[in-house]
């Protein structure tokens, strides 16, 4: 059976559109990663002249999920945000993929515990769950979802906390898994600073045995902000190199 030019257009305008997307306007050279966790990740470092300083190739969704350039504080989530190891990341990865654009999604919540990281579960007037897949499922309208970023325990950072965290971070990596159709997307926990007491990271050292595509950063040598509780500003940019280098081993196994 023949079709005409016009049917031909219908046809593919059609399969085009799935789930809702248009695939005509995805491109796959923008890279985007989601920042979900608590404070460290959202930034806490104090904001300097480098923190303003834009990259033609790193983006950042704003708070009305609009794509703006990339600078300090990428967060939102409270008044303190400041620099945290998004920019630093997105860096690194650009050095390794220089045709590529880098998307930051922002979704930490400072304080969080890994409990309220679960679908309907509310944290200081947020759903930090909810709130990350719909500020994700908008960025991908765009480009390609490559990585998930996780900085959270502080708030977990007990022995009672320790004892239950590894089974509750599973069940969210799967959960996020499951929703954005990749069984292998690549997920990168860091280790709280030295600084605390160690119950999560002893945790966070079992995760790549027990999922696999994860990885974790050392948080060795950082140092904190003199609330002894955040990354400084040099640490925190530290650590997002350090979280681009076991991003791109992720990504390269796959």
């Known amino acids: 059976m023949r079709m005409n030019g016009f049917k031909i257009g219908i046809l593919t305008s059609l399969l085009l559109v799935i789930h809702g997307r248009s695939f005509a306007q995805i491109d796959t050279n923008f890279h985007i990663y989601l920042l979900a966790g608590q404070s460290n990740m959202a930034g806490r470092g104090i904001v300097d002249s480098a923190s303003k300083q ?141 600084f605390h007491k160690d119950h999560i990271n002893k945790v966070l050292a079992k995760l790549p045995a027990a999922v696999a595509f994860t990885a974790v950063v050392s948080a060795e040598g950082l140092t904190a902000n003199p609330d002894n509780i955040h990354f400084n500003t040099a640490s925190a940019r530290a650590l997002g190199k350090r979280y681009a280098s076991k991003m791109l081993a992720l990504l390269q196994a796959k």
């Open 54 to 194: 834009m990259d033609a190739h790193i983006f950042m969704l704003n708070k009305s999920n609009e794509w703006v350039p990339a600078t300090d504080p990428v967060h939102f989530d409270k008044s303190v945000a400041g620099v945290g190891p998004a920019i630093s990341f997105a860096k690194e990865m650009i050095q390794n993929s220089p045709n590529a654009k880098i998307g930051l999604v922002p979704a930490a919540v400072g304080g969080s515990p890994i409990r309220v990281w679960e679908p309907d579960s509310m944290f200081i007037g947020v759903h930090p769950y909810d709130d990350a897949i719909k500020r994700t499922e908008a960025a991908v309208q765009k480009g390609v979802l490559k990585g998930i970023l996780w900085h959270q325990g502080e708030s977990d950072n007990s022995p009672q906390g320790a004892e239950v965290y590894l089974s509750k971070l599973t069940v969210l990596i799967q959960r996020f898994r499951t929703v954005f159709h990749n069984n292998t997307l690549p997920f990168v926990a860091g280790e709280l600073g030295y």
